[in-house]
Structure formats: structure tokens, C-alpha cells
């Protein structure tokens, strides 16, 4: 069994900064996705990296404010989200298993919990 279990949401001013955290148990080579969905809205793609945090992409909505790391000693995938808006406040997911390239929520298989970002203006 792998469990992924996030942590890290809060509220943040606008202009702030949080670091979200995925922490993975089991199996660690795997590629990892981010993705959120706020209410009334469909889940969206935010970002992915693949297993060695060699590769990333990202949704236009974030590029150049939100990055995607990982240490696989730590079996731990981070989000690091700086100048944030109120546009990203979301339930934030991390996933893994799906093929390296995808966008689409149908194609991650495993998803965690979820945690809470809210950004105040």
C-alpha cells in the first residue's frame, strides 16, 4: 500500500508565500503530479515532476510562481508557491501514477487527501 498524505496548507496573504508537502510512503521512483480545484470549478492541473526531480511542467496559471521539487531520501515531493493571488485558493491534491506528460486528472491514479490553501486580499 502507498499512502500519500499533504501537509502544509494554510491561510496566506495575498503577494505571500506557502510550501506544500507530499509525503509518500512505500515506493519512492515514481513521477508526482499537483493539482487543485476550487468550488464550482473542475480540478485543475497545477504541476508534475518526474521520478528523479530531473524534469518539471507546469499549468500557464502558475508558471514563473509556483515550483515543484523533490527528495527522494525524504520520500517527500514539495510545491512552493510564491506571489500568491486569491485565484489560488483551492483544495490542493498531490497524485502519482500516470504517464509523464499528462494534464489530465483521469490519468493520475492515486491522489492524496487534500489540504486547504486559502490566499486573503
Known amino acids: 500500500q502507498v499512502q500519500l498524505v499533504e501537509s502544509g496548507g494554510g491561510l496566506v496573504q495575498a503577494g505571500g508565500s506557502l510550501r506544500l508537502s507530499c509525503a509518500a510512503s512505500?515506493?519512492?521512483?515514481?513521477?508526482m503530479g499537483w493539482f487543485r480545484q476550487a468550488p464550482g470549478k473542475e480540478r485543475e492541473f497545477v504541476a508534475a515532476i518526474n521520478w528523479n526531480g530531473g524534469s518539471t511542467y507546469y499549468a500557464d496559471s502558475v508558471k514563473g510562481r509556483f515550483t515543484c521539487s523533490r527528495d527522494n531520501v525524504k520520500n517527500t515531493v514539495y510545491l512552493q508557491m510564491n506571489s500568491l493571488k486569491p485565484e489560488d485558493t483551492a483544495v490542493y491534491y498531490c497524485a502519482k501514477d500516470f504517464p509523464y506528460g499528462s494534464r489530465w486528472a483521469a490519468d493520475f491514479g492515486s491522489w492524496g487527501q487534500g489540504t486547504q490553501v486559502t490566499v486573503s486580499s
Open positions: 512505500g515506493r519512492t521512483l515514481y513521477a
